[in-house]
T-cell receptor, first 114, second 113 residues
Framework: KNQVEQSPQSLIILEGKNCTLQ??????????LRWYKQDTGRGPVSLTIMTFSENTKSNGRYTATLDADTKQSSLHITASQLSDSASYIC?????????????FGPGTRLSVLP | NAGVTQTPKFQVLKTGQSMTLQCAQD?????MYWYRQDPGMGLRLIYY???????DKGEVPNGYNVSRLNKREFSLRLESAAPSQTSVYFC????????????FGSGTRLTVV
């Protein structure tokens, strides 16, 4: 069964600190993996997209890594800001059966405190 | 550009009532999607439209119908609302059917009592 698991479920950090969010998946055949940020009451916004051949991709203070062998990805946030408080969603897509192959993880709720 | 616009933002229905959620995008995207988001779960695809004139079922289509009115608009209809349909609904769009560009609307929070 295609699944995406994320950990931790929630996380609280102090402003300025770094953190790492995890994503494990069993989706196959793998096509790409995306990380989204979802602010409260808003729709998700794409942060990064990674294909099979990419190990690392950065978007400002966000750095995503991908290990296709172990089917794991992480999202590292550097020097956190209050505006980073949001849910972070990992989405994995497979190459066939379009429409049913975008599997969303449940998200990690990050709270950044002053 | 407005991106993806959903209406209404909030709605309360009584069991058995019907309603239509509206979605419009101004990015000239070919593909559009309807998702629902429930607490503790990932977004789940209800229906999608790969291109104008086509619609297909997603993971959880029961109790819903859709209409791709034109390239810009994709509506979701609940014919007889049930409490299990209480959720947050997101519309999204992408340029191509094989590229989920991930442009989401801001969501519709629906409560069925």
């Amino acid at each position: 069964k295609n699944q995406v698991e994320q950990s931790p479920q929630s996380l609280i950090i102090l402003e300025g600190k770094n953190c790492t969010l995890q994503c494990n998946y069993t989706v196959s055949p793998f096509s790409n993996l995306r990380w989204y940020k979802q602010d409260t009451g808003r729709g998700p916004v794409s942060l990064t997209i990674m294909t099979f051949s990419e190990n690392t991709k950065s978007n400002g203070r966000y750095t995503a890594t991908l290990d296709a062998d172990t089917k794991q990805s992480s999202l590292h946030i550097t020097a956190s800001q209050l505006s980073d408080s949001a849910s972070y969603i990992c989405v994995v897509s497979a190459t066939r059966n379009y429409g049913q192959n975008f599997v969303f993880g449940p998200g990690t709720r990050l709270s950044v405190l002053p | 550009n407005a991106g993806v616009t959903q209406t209404p933002k909030f709605q309360v229905l009584k069991t058995g009532q019907s309603m239509t959620l509206q979605c419009a995008q101004d990015m000239n995207h070919n593909s559009m999607y309807w998702y629902r988001q429930d607490p503790g779960m990932g977004l789940r695809l209800i229906y999608y439209s790969a291109s104008e004139g086509t619609t297909d079922k997603g993971e959880v289509p029961n109790g819903y119908n859709v209409s791709r009115l034109n390239k810009r608009e994709f509506s979701l209809r609940l014919e007889s609302a049930a409490p299990s349909q209480t959720s947050v609904y997101f519309c999204a769009s992408s340029r191509r059917r094989d590229e989920f560009a991930g442009t989401f609307g801001s969501g519709t929070r629906l409560t069925v009592v």
